[in-house]
C-alpha cells in the first residue's frame, strides 16, 4: 500500500515543490493551504506522516500540531520552521512534533528525514500487527514499567502513561539498553533513523517530555538520568518496586 503524506504549506510554488519531490518516492501527497483546512483532512484520512508548516494563515502550525495530537497521539508530524525560529522549533517539539527541519532545506535531506518517519512508521505498523510475533520480543518489564509494543502502550505502576509513537520509541531504545549512556547524536541515529549535526534539541525536547510523564519530580528526574557531558541514560532502579 502507497503512503499518503499531508503537507501543510501557505506558500503554492514551495508546496509544489514539496509534492514533486515526494510524489518521487513513490508517496500520495495532499496538500493544504491552511490550518483549518489540515485539521478537516487530518481527522478524515489517515495519513503515514504530515508535513506541517509552522507558520499558516488562521489557525498556526503550532496549534494544528497540538489538536492532531491531542486526537490522533500516534500520527507522526514533522514540522517546517525558519531558520531564525529557534523558538517555534522548540515549541513544536514540547507540542508533540516528531522531528522538525529548517528552512531551506536541501532534497536530499527532505527526502531522507520522510523516508526516517516512514520507517519508523511501518516498523511500528507490522509489530503492533503481529507480523513475525515469534521474532520480536513483545513485552519489556523493568521493575513496574511494562512496555508492549503490540499495543504500542506503555504502564507505569499500573498507570497508563500518555506517550506519542515517538516517546514510545525513544522510551522502549533506552530501557531496552539499561543503564547504557547515549549521546544525543546517538540516540538520533537510532530512534530518528538520521544523524545530522543541529537537530540534537530533538532529543533534549522529546526527552523533557518523556520525563514530564514518567518522573515523580521530572526537576529531579530518576528514571531517565543525564549523564552530564556525555548524554542520557535509562536507570532501571527508578522504576524498582
Known amino acids: 500500500m502507497t503512503d499518503s503524506i499531508l503537507v501543510v504549506e501557505d506558500e503554492q510554488d514551495i508546496a509544489d515543490l514539496i509534492a514533486v519531490h515526494l510524489r518521487e518516492l513513490s508517496l500520495n501527497v495532499d496538500h493544504s493551504l491552511t490550518g ?14 504530515i508535513l506541517l508548516d509552522v507558520m499558516l494563515p488562521g489557525i498556526s502550525g503550532l496549534d494544528v500540531c497540538r489538536q492532531i495530537r491531542d486526537k490522533k497521539p500516534a500520527q507522526a508530524i514533522l514540522m517546517l520552521t525558519s531558520r531564525t525560529s529557534e523558538t517555534d522549533r522548540v515549541v513544536g517539539l514540547e507540542l508533540g512534533a516528531d522531528d522538525y527541519m529548517t528552512k531551506p532545506f536541501s532534497v536530499r535531506e527532505l527526502q531522507a528525514r520522510v523516508r526516517s518517519q516512514l520507517r519508523r512508521v511501518h516498523i511500528m505498523s507490522k509489530l503492533t500487527q503481529g507480523i513475525d510475533e515469534e521474532d520480536i520480543t513483545q513485552k519489556l518489564c523493568v521493575g513496574q514499567l511494562q512496555i508492549d509494543i503490540t499495543t504500542h502502550s506503555a504502564t507505569l505502576a499500573d498507570k497508563i502513561l500518555d506517550l506519542t509513537s515517538t516517546e514510545f520509541d525513544l522510551l522502549f531504545y533506552l530501557a531496552s539498553h539499561s543503564e547504557q549512556v547515549f549521546s544525543r547524536s546517538e540516540l538520533l541515529s537510532s530512534v530518528w533513523g538520521y544523524n545530522h549535526s543541529g537537530y540534537e534539541h530533538t532529543v533534549n525536547s522529546h526527552i523533557n517530555r518523556l520525563r514530564n510523564k514518567l518522573e515523580k519530580n521530572p526537576a529531579n528526574p530518576e528514571i531517565v538520568q543525564t549523564v552530564w557531558g556525555v548524554g542520557y541514560k535509562f536507570n532501571a532502579q527508578g522504576v524498582s518496586l
Open 36 to 49: 483549518e483546512k489540515a485539521l478537516e483532512l487530518a481527522f478524515t484520512n489517515n495519513y503515514s506522516l
